[in-house]
């Protein structure tokens, strides 16, 4: 099946930093879909992305499909210690998720 | 209250001891899932159904087995031949409007630990 894979794998900011995950696949995905699991939780699903080139913000998460519809990134700006947790990536037809980027956010 | 139920929250077995985790789901969603995840790991898919008494395998469907007799319930049996079975098990459902691509609505998870 279609590989995505997520990077990176963790990531450890001071709270007000800027943070980034980046999520690619070897093969066009037809949609791209985000979520965000905390410490002990469930995934929980922010945003999907279907269209190339798209952009879509949440408050101070900024998500992006790539024009060829190979990567997205999810942008989070000015991180809060209610960032913390995991951000997954799940793109393509039979929805295969990448292995995640873990946040830590130190106040 | 809607939304995906599992129990129970953590569960203890002997190895060699088949143990079935339970998923109930009152969304009125034809699409049910079961998901796997290791620490550090995605979510690898164990079975998925699109209806009722219909299922398919997933990636790693060895050592498990499902049922579907009804819409709203999907349990899962981990079997004594799943060679690493403890887990944290994860149950989904979605509309099916279009499969998979659908937003996935997880359940609170079972974290199953053989002994």
């Known amino acids: 099946g279609q590989q995505v894979m997520q990077i990176p794998q963790y990531q450890h900011v001071q709270e007000g930093e800027d943070f980034t995950t980046y999520c690619n696949s070897s093969t066009t995905l037809s949609n791209i879909q985000w979520y965000k699991q905390r410490p002990g939780g469930h995934p929980v699903f922010l945003i999907q992305l279907v269209k190339s080139g798209e952009v879509k913000k949440q408050k101070r998460l900024t998500f992006q499909f790539g024009e060829a519809k190979k990567n997205s990134s999810l942008h989070i700006t000015a991180t809060q210690t209610t960032d913390v947790g995991t951000y997954f990536c799940?793109?393509?037809?039979?929805?295969?998720f990448g292995k995640g980027t873990s946040l830590l956010v130190t106040p | 209250d809607g939304g995906i139920t599992q129990s129970p929250k953590y569960l203890f077995r002997k190895e060699g001891q088949n143990v079935t985790l339970s998923c109930e789901q009152n969304?009125?969603?034809?699409?049910m899932y079961w998901y796997r995840q290791d620490p550090g790991q995605g979510l690898r898919l164990i079975y998925y159904s699109q209806i009722v008494n219909d299922f398919q395998k997933g990636d790693i469907a060895e050592g498990y087995s499902v049922s579907r007799e009804k819409k709203e319930s999907f349990p899962l049996t981990v079997t004594s031949a799943q060679k690493n079975p403890t887990a944290f098990y994860l149950c989904?459902?979605?509309?099916?409007?279009?499969?998979?691509?659908?937003?996935?609505?997880f359940g609170p998870g079972t974290r199953l630990t053989v002994l």
């Open positions: 989904a459902s979605s509309p099916l409007t279009s499969f998979f691509t659908d937003t996935q609505y």
């Open positions: 969304l009125n969603h034809d699409a």
């Open positions: 799940a793109g393509g037809t039979a929805l295969n």
